[in-house]
């Protein structure tokens, strides 16, 4: 069993080779390749996932394990309101236990202009239904017992749900294989082969596979890949750490975030610890070309994001990446197998103290793993997912903007049908890859 976080030293449960032909590959073995994959074994279709580290090893394990439709774009609600009901049947189906728990998600405010904000959400949850409800501070203080401070008051959705992320994932890949899935580990996505305009291959490093459709899942690599082949998406990815405690006492069965903590239950017993407040940003070629875009995002909240002139080498956006590469030469995809940053220190001390400061019945912390993911963002917080109309046959998901292991199973079916041409049943227009270039103001989803 690897563990976490995963990386490249742990087992190849996937081996390859990859078959000489699918009738659909999927590049990422994330949340979102992953779904689609077992979507897609609904319509009697032949389906090669590879992933160029292994499954699930980037974001998709890393993260929180918050499924949540509160706080959501409203755009997204209709498509994280279908995927709950997939968490459940896709957990019932797996036959493993991934953690699957209704307990809630609870947003606590310091302020009125916060409760303002919560305010604002309330009409969207009214027009779709759902149970959202605000809390005043005696509310907020029954709800979640023994915190030494008073809020001003919360917003708390009962019916979202948690999973374990490193678990869940793994454990929808190996369904996804024993439904006839080809998933091949190690094994990274070169370009594609495109022939009068149609995707006609793909160029792995382990070889061919002839093919005329393919899912983009590339999570932080997407935009890396897109423009080797002249298409242009102004992805960028921010640092982000969390640490996991061993089990202690139940203090909430659900998830929470204040201004400076976020925490979450875990099926073992611990709790998935965040600090609030800002991500890191390495400046980059991608940074820079794309700055006009982030304008919006950085003056809505001008402190949401740390900056570093550089980042490690072999990242997406790092200044010595290379940016073209042929199909039969290494590209930076195999280099960086999976994309592991170090957890932040500060940030690692800032959930300590502010958890302790704020359950501080608790005692001492005891932190069992720690880890950085990095999150890929878009301009205005929400994901691509359309068809690539320059190069038909490509279907691009990603810039899930921190918020896409929730949503993953809705995404994961509407993608399946775009695949097959079916009726998506979601207006997907906001998520249209056009609209960074045919002059649409940049509107501002939910901040990361
Ligand atoms: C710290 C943190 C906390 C988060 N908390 C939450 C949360 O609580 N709730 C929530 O909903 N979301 C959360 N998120 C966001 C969520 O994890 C992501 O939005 C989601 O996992 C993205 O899934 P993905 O499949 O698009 O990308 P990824 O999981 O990043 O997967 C992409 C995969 O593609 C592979 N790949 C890339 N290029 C190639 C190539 N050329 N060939 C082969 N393989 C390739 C990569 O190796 C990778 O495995 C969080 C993220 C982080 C980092």
């Not at 949340?31 to 998709?60: C, H």
């Not at 023994?146 to 190996?174: C, Q, Y």
């Not at 959930?351 to 400061?357: A, D, G, S, T, Y």
């Amino acid at each position: 069993m690897p563990t976490f976080p995963f990386s490249e030293a742990d087992p190849i449960q996937y081996p390859g080779p990859p078959p000489k032909s699918a009738d659909v590959v999927i590049v990422g073995g994330g949340i979102i390749g992953v779904t689609t994959a077992l979507f897609l074994t609904r319509g009697n279709i032949s389906v090669t996932l590879v992933e160029k580290g292994r499954i699930a090893a980037e974001q998709s394990s890393r993260n929180w394990g918050w499924i949540r439709k509160q706080g959501r774009d409203a755009d997204e609600l209709p498509i994280v309101i279908e995927a709950s009901r997939h968490w459940r049947q896709l957990a019932e189906e797996c036959g493993e236990d991934i953690g699957l728990n209704q307990t809630g998600v609870t947003y606590l405010a310091n302020s009125d202009r916060e409760m303002a904000g919560y305010e604002e959400f309330m009409k969207v949850a009214a027009v779709h239904e759902i149970d959202t409800r605000l809390l005043d501070a005696q509310e907020t203080a029954g709800l979640i017992k023994g915190m030494s401070r008073s809020f001003k008051g919360a917003m708390t959705t009962p019916s979202d749900m948690r999973a374990e992320p490193w678990v869940a994932v793994p454990a929808l890949a190996r369904l996804a294989a024993r439904k006839g899935v080809k998933i091949v580990e190690n094994c990274a996505a070169r370009t594609l082969e495109i022939s009068a305009g149609r995707v006609s291959g793909v160029w792995t490093e382990a070889g061919h596979i002839e093919t005329s459709s393919v899912l983009l899942a590339g999570g932080a690599w997407s935009s890396l890949f897109l423009r080797r082949h002249g298409v242009s998406i102004p992805q960028l990815s921010v640092r982000s750490t969390a640490a996991a405690t061993e089990p202690m006492p139940e203090i909430h069965a659900g998830a929470a975030a204040a201004e400076h903590i976020a925490f979450r239950r875990r099926q073992d017993g611990g709790y998935t610890l965040a600090p609030g407040g800002s991500h890191l940003l390495y400046l980059g070629p991608d940074a820079f070309r794309h700055a006009m875009k982030y304008l919006p995002a950085l003056m809505a909240n001008p402190f949401g994001s740390r900056y570093s002139p550089a980042a490690p080498a072999g990242y997406p956006d790092s200044w010595s990446t290379p940016r073209h590469w042929t199909p039969d030469s290494q590209s930076p995809f195999e280099r960086m197998r999976v994309l592991n940053p170090a957890p932040e220190r500060s940030g690692l001390r800032s959930i300590e103290r502010n958890f302790k400061r704020l359950f501080p019945q608790l005692g001492s912390v005891r932190i069992k793993a720690s880890w950085s993911g990095m999150i890929d963002a878009m301009p205005d917080v929400v994901p691509v997912v359309d068809r690539v109309q320059a190069i038909s046959g490509l279907v691009v998901a990603t810039g899930m903007s921190g918020h896409g292991f929730g949503i993953g199973p809705g995404i994961g079916r509407v993608v399946a049908d775009m695949i097959q041409g079916n009726k998506i049943g979601h207006d997907l227009t906001r998520f249209r890859l056009s609209r960074f270039s045919d002059g649409s103001a940049i509107r501002l989803g939910p901040a990361l």
